[in-house]
């Protein structure tokens, strides 16, 4: 298989643990400030009422959906070890009793490796990084924290309840407790141009996160901005101007920093657009494609 001019998730992973291992997502049946009124009802303009989940804690325990992945994914990729991925919604947006609940049964099924806790920044306290903490010198423990963007008027735009300065905050307390960091950026938010993307790729590159997930903005159905889509108030970016902005973020990262995803995987009964996004294998390689036309690769651009 030909190596690719960035880091992978993958070669980290088998590096750090010799052998095939994959995330399972799960769904704890959390919730999330900016939903529950804490901050707001609404939610951030791009999320539906299902926050990213599968609605799967509502039928089953955080052991069978992690019992149920395990056989799907070693029959897809012969995965040997596991992380379980608390992706929907707020996975620290809870009282830290029943968040060590979680973990801990998470924890406590055979061949789970460690944990990634999709979060906000402004949901991390310092008693739930000392809980996580305590975890970290037997698994793996991954804080994914949601960026978006570092422009604060964006932030605002998109609802997002908290600014530039939180994720800051956040990064630095997790970083003190040697906890794995990883950064979500979205490309393509509304009015945000290919200057704004370079912007956040920079600022991201000079805080020593260990990871990014880099997502195109798709419109899902029942959320904020398809409303802006159908008004002509909010246009999707073309395939190969986002190659061309994943190219700008890769290149302005450290070499360390693990690529975690460059792209999104939206539900085709849920798509509203661009119908592009559907196809995967077609997205990552027209991007593998900028990569070599442009001669460039992972941390060409990154000056500390």
Not at 109 to 136: F, K, W
Not at 187 to 204: K, S, Y
Request: aromatic share 8%.
């Amino acid at each position: 298989m030909e190596s690719k001019p960035y880091t992978q998730l993958n070669t980290y992973l088998r590096t750090r643990f010799g052998c095939r291992v994959q995330k399972i997502t799960i769904d704890a049946g959390l919730t999330c400030p900016n939903r529950d009124g804490t901050i707001s009802t609404g939610g951030c303009i791009y999320c539906n009422a299902m926050g990213s989940g599968n609605g799967l804690a509502k039928q089953m325990s955080i052991r069978d959906q992690l019992i149920l992945g395990k056989k799907r994914l070693f029959r897809r990729y012969k995965a040997k070890k596991f992380l379980a991925y608390f992706q929907a919604f707020t996975n620290t947006y809870a009282s830290l009793l029943h968040l060590k609940s979680l973990y801990d049964e998470a924890l406590s099924v055979p061949d789970i490796v460690g944990l990634c806790i999709g979060t906000r920044p402004d949901c991390v306290s310092d008693e739930i990084l000392d809980l996580l903490q305590a975890y970290n010198d037997k698994y793996l423990i991954w804080l994914e924290y949601g960026l978006q963007s570092i422009h604060d008027e964006t932030l605002a735009r998109i609802n997002r309840g908290h600014d530039s300065q939180a994720f800051i905050d956040a990064i630095s307390a997790t970083n003190k407790r040697g906890l794995l960091t990883c950064a979500h950026l979205i490309l393509g938010l509304p009015f945000e141009t290919r200057d704004h993307v370079i912007q956040t790729a920079e600022a991201v590159a000079e805080l020593e996160i260990d990871a990014v997930k880099i997502h195109l903005l798709y419109i899902v159905k029942n959320t904020p901005v398809e409303k802006m889509y159908r008004n002509g108030q909010y246009q999707c970016l073309y395939p190969l101007q986002y190659a061309d902005w994943v190219c700008d973020v890769i290149e302005r990262l450290p070499c360390k920093t693990v690529l975690q995803r460059l792209t999104g995987d939206p539900h085709p009964h849920e798509l509203v657009a661009p119908t592009w996004a559907l196809n995967k294998h077609a997205s990552l390689n027209l991007i593998h494609q900028r990569l070599k036309e442009r001669k460039t690769f992972q941390g060409r651009l990154f000056r500390k």
